[in-house]
């Protein structure tokens, strides 16, 4: 339960900018006190709540930081609370679902994109869930940590891929003292033992003089850890301070809140699968927490937050945190039984406190986080039908990352990267959403690649077309049950997850085809590989790749390309703007895309 809340700020937001008929916002921020009986039912699963210290009622006490963004003017608002949660600290949604700018704290109008989420009237939420975020994002969890609780754990690193440049080592927990640290050079490798020393409790540096972790190698540190935070205290946090907002409104929003959204992106929305699958969508009272629910991104994970000594930053891929846990039966929210682990069950709880549900992927999290399993069973053998609550949808030939502006080199990748939006699908479908939570308004049918029809397939049997410099991956990332993250060991059984089929083209032929899929001009995949000085070879952290079409038949045959040339596809009386315009309209009749973005599609110089 929240004991207090404080409010430390209170700002208009980027000067008093007007959104519409939603008027001017202002941004509040403040923290929230809360408390934990251990004993209750709907705390009792958190990891190490029962050794926590305690108050004198017996409860463990902890404190959340939070951001709103509400309507100025709160008639002017739509009543219904939209949270996010947050990335490893950062808001994701401005960059993203808005194509404004990155950062926490947005100065101008223009750093909100389209602020779709402001002209729809939402009062914006974030909370701090996250023990091991960084503070000064401003969204900051504290939670109590085990004094006297020691056990041996690891830590894996890789210079140069998602953290940057590693000069040392900072350990997710404290070290009583190290066992051993190696290097591999890619994911299957043996591990070759490395000189080391640990510079203080947090900090392992290599011994050698002069000596810097090689880019792209993983290094494996193991160590006696202690002193974990209560880390599944994140979740219980969001659950209860969402309630509690909910349930007083006007105090926080200036009226009463009819309906509560969630959406979270990648990590965050692993995250509010696993709030879900762990039953905190309902809060102490019982009450349902998130009404609708979209998770963008996030596959078939969960997150690593509420077990001892977690580490929630982690996200399982085919070189990085390969042997971390995010894989856990059950994937999907059609239920089945499992015949790798001989469990049974589904995703949601099956009651009330289900929300309504709209799960988004790439073709990246089908190669590298066996989304496949969402919609298959176990073993990759049939298509399975999803409840009637929820929706999932392939946003195809994009990948994990992509948002308007993304990159067009190399990168440390062998291919060119893909460049593909799939926001403006992410904005329709948050709208659909809405719709279906406030009015019930069923969503758009599924649109997944099927077994059934051809476009669900193993890696090894994707018909590639020949296309210079497509060289694609041996297989996708292997999916399996981890008996012991701090000690892991090859499967015995593994879940056979599928990828998405290609045409000749090399696009894929299922899925959510968005104007810039449908109508190409060129091969748009969700994985990539990579090049020296990282793993050469290896499948690429959640990059994909973009390749042009040639332009004339002449130049993709000096090439050896299969692949039609833009003249030979477009070249015709049906022109790419008019085939581009068609598509459009088609996804727009079917609420796939919202009228402003058909708009901008039908403007081709914008999307080249």
């Avoid at 305690?54 to 509400?70: C, D, I, Q, T, W």
């Avoid at 701090?128 to 754990?153: M, V």
């Avoid at 690891?154 to 940057?164: A, I, N």
Wanted: glycine share 10%; aromatic share 8%.
């Amino acid at each position: 339960m929240i004991l207090s809340v404080e409010i430390t700020k209170r700002e208009p937001l980027v000067g008093g900018a007007i959104f519409g008929a939603s008027g001017a916002y202002e941004r509040v921020e403040g923290v929230a006190s809360g408390a934990l009986d251990p004993a209750h039912p709907g705390n009792q699963g958190i990891a190490l709540l029962s050794r926590a210290p305690r108050n004198n009622l017996g409860h463990v006490e902890y404190k959340s930081a939070f951001v709103l963004f509400r309507p100025a003017d709160p008639i002017l608002g739509n009543g219904r609370l939209l949270y996010e949660v947050n990335n490893r600290g950062r808001i994701m949604m401005l960059a993203n679902l808005c194509a404004g700018a990155a950062g926490n704290e947005p100065r101008t109008a223009a750093d909100l994109g389209n602020a779709l989420p402001f002209r729809l009237g939402y009062s914006l939420l974030w909370t701090g869930w996250d023990p091991a975020a960084p503070k000064a994002t401003g969204l900051w969890l504290d939670a109590p940590a085990i004094e006297g609780l020691t056990q041996p754990i690891r830590d894996e690193f890789v210079s140069g891929t998602r953290l940057g440049i590693h000069e040392q080592f900072r350990l997710s927990h404290e070290a009583v003292r190290v066992a051993a640290v190696t290097v591999r050079r890619t994911q299957t490798a043996e591990r070759v033992p490395v000189p080391y020393m640990l510079k203080d409790a947090r900090t392992v540096t290599l011994l050698r003089d002069g000596t810097k972790p090689v880019t792209g190698s993983i290094y494996e540190i193991r160590y006696e850890a202690t002193k974990p935070r209560v880390q599944g205290i994140g979740f219980a946090a969001t659950r209860d301070l969402v309630s509690h907002i909910r349930s007083h409104g006007v105090d926080f929003t200036g009226r009463a809140i009819t309906h509560t959204l969630a959406f979270g992106i990648s990590q965050a929305g692993r995250y509010l699968r696993d709030h879900i699958a762990q039953g905190f969508n309902a809060d102490e009272n019982g009450a349902r927490v998130f009404d609708g629910v979209l998770t963008h991104v996030a596959g078939i994970g969960r997150v690593f937050l509420d077990t001892p000594f977690a580490q929630p930053f982690r996200t399982r891929t085919w070189h990085e945190d390969h042997d971390f846990p995010e894989i856990e039966f059950p994937f999907s929210a059609a239920s089945m039984t499992d015949p790798v682990t001989g469990a049974a069950g589904a995703l949601m709880r099956g009651d009330a406190s289900d929300p309504k549900l709209i799960e988004t992927n790439t073709p990246t999290e089908y190669w590298q986080k066996g989304a496949s399993l969402l919609h298959t069973d176990p073993l990759g053998g049939h298509d399975v039908a999803l409840p009637a609550n929820v929706r999932g949808y392939l946003i195809s030939g994009s990948q994990h990352g992509g948002k308007a502006g993304m990159p067009r080199d190399n990168g440390p990748c062998v291919n060119p990267r893909n460049w593909h939006d799939p926001m403006p699908a992410i904005r329709a479908l948050l709208v659909a959403l809405d719709e279906w939570v406030v009015s019930g308004r069923e969503p758009p049918e599924s649109c997944l690649p099927k077994i059934a029809d051809g476009s669900l397939a193993p890696a090894g049997k994707v018909a590639f077309p020949s296309a210079p410099g497509l060289t694609p991956p041996a297989a996708a990332n292997d999916v399996y049950p981890l008996a012991d993250w701090r000690d892991p060991k090859p499967p015995t059984r593994v879940w056979r997850a599928l990828v998405p089929q290609v045409g000749s083209d090399g696009n894929e032929i299922g899925g959510l085809l968005l104007p810039d899929i449908a109508v190409p001009r060129g091969t748009f995949t969700g994985w990539n590989l990579y090049r020296e000085p990282h793993a050469a070879g290896e499948l690429a952290d959640r990059e994909g790749t973009f390749l042009a079409f040639a332009d004339t038949k002449a130049e993709r045959e000096a090439a050896g390309d299969t692949r039609l040339s833009i003249a030979e596809r477009y070249g015709g009386a049906t022109s790419w703007p008019e085939q581009r315009r068609r598509a459009a309209d088609a996804l727009l009749a079917k609420r796939l895309l919202l009228a402003e973005d058909a708009e901008r599609f039908r403007a081709p110089e914008q999307h080249e």
